[in-house]
């Protein structure tokens, strides 16, 4: 059996997902959202909380399920919705911004643990998003990758790693480096 669940929240990037961690030689078993358990979520050590439509209000069925792995020693790793959905259950706000779908953007990362994890100052990742997180003053650290000051972008600590961008899409560089919090966790 896989150590990696996949949560499909109804989205084609799911499989772009899977594919990466196929390649990195991590096995994952892929879930829709509305299947997800407590019995279901015993069997796997990491997680992976996929992008998808919506507000995460609208998933609020995860939200226990969420708490369950935030509290044990297993792994969450959250991709656009996943990222929001990590941090609305930590009762960050998440608001609505204008729009940027398929749109690869150049961001500096120098100052945050994303500078470690791919040994370069700047990456292009792509967005297919119209929420962010809010961010707060303690989230201006190593561990967080804030925008303007305003959003929180990603997020990493022991047993998670969030962005709010996709690292499986095509738009973005370094894909496998992105995945090496996942990876560094089930093999360390």
């Given amino acids: 059996m896989a150590n990696v669940l996949i949560i499909d929240f109804d989205d084609s990037f799911t499989f772009n997902i899977k ?30 909380f996929g992008p998808g439509p919506g507000h995460p209000n609208e998933y609020v069925k995860t939200f226990p399920l969420i708490k369950n792995i935030l509290g044990s020693d297993k792994f969450y790793f ?17 608001v609505q911004v204008s729009p940027i779908h398929g749109e690869s953007l150049t961001i500096n990362i120098e100052n945050s643990f994303l500078f470690e994890v791919t040994n370069q100052k700047e990456i292009d990742v792509q967005f297919y998003n ?22 929180l972008m990603a997020s990493k600590n022991d047993n998670f790693c969030t962005y709010q961008f996709h690292p499986e899409s095509i738009g973005s560089s370094c894909p496998e480096a992105l995945f090496r919090p996942l990876k560094d966790f089930l093999y360390n």
């Fill in 19 to 48: 594919e990466i961690l196929t390649s990195m030689n991590i096995e994952s078993d892929v879930l829709n959202w509305k299947e997800l358990n407590n019995e279901t979520l015993d069997q796997y050590k990491a997680f992976v």
């Fill in 78 to 94: 959250g991709i656009c919705l996943g990222h929001q959905l990590l941090w609305s259950v930590n009762e960050r706000e998440v």
């Fill in 130 to 151: 119209s929420l962010k997180v809010l961010s707060k003053s303690s989230d201006l650290e190593s561990n967080y990758l804030v925008e303007d000051s305003k959003y």
